[in-house]
């Protein structure tokens, strides 16, 4: 049996989902999720759910993200930075709402070009959680 290393588990097919985050006080944050990583979404899916998030569908390209950001009106995206063939920073200038970039590398990777972005911050893979979430995107959190 080969062993799969973290990069690779990060690096699979397209994938985005949508997602309701919610804290103790019943403020909802209605949150779209964009990557291209199935393995990544799964362990996200199941993370965010343990923390109350629930998963409401699925997009795979940029511009169904930025078709259900108008459809859905969500309060924050947050957006691979890579996304295979796309930019998640060119994503991010195209959306018009809250945005926060996610990566499986480190923030001073892209420090310039994070700061440059309409971005509100920066939230790790490894650090991806939805108290993350609702920090970032000015919401209480637990």
């Known amino acids: 049996m080969t062993a799969v290393t973290h990069q690779q588990r990060f690096r699979a097919a397209r994938m985005r989902f949508v997602c309701?985050?919610?804290?103790?006080?019943?403020?909802q944050v209605r949150c779209l999720i964009v990557d291209d990583n199935q393995p990544f979404l799964d362990a996200a899916r199941v993370l965010l759910e343990r923390e109350g998030v629930a998963v409401a569908g699925v997009a795979t390209t940029s511009a169904e993200a930025l078709r259900l950001e108008q459809e859905l009106r969500p309060d924050?995206?947050?957006v691979d930075i890579r996304l295979g063939e796309e930019s998640g920073f060119d994503l991010a200038?195209?959306?018009s709402g809250t945005v926060i970039l996610?990566?499986?590398?480190a923030q001073s990777e892209y420090a310039e070009e994070i700061a440059a972005s309409p971005a509100a911050g920066f939230i790790s893979k490894a650090q991806l959680s939805a108290s993350a979430v609702l920090r970032l995107a000015g919401a209480p959190a637990d």
Do not use: A, F, G, W
């Not at 309701?20 to 403020?27: E, G, L």
């Not at 996610?102 to 590398?105: E, K, R, V």
């Open 20 to 27: 309701v985050v919610s804290d103790h006080d019943n403020v």
């Open 93 to 95: 200038r195209r959306l």
């Open 102 to 105: 996610i990566s499986t590398n």
């Open 76 to 78: 924050v995206v947050l």
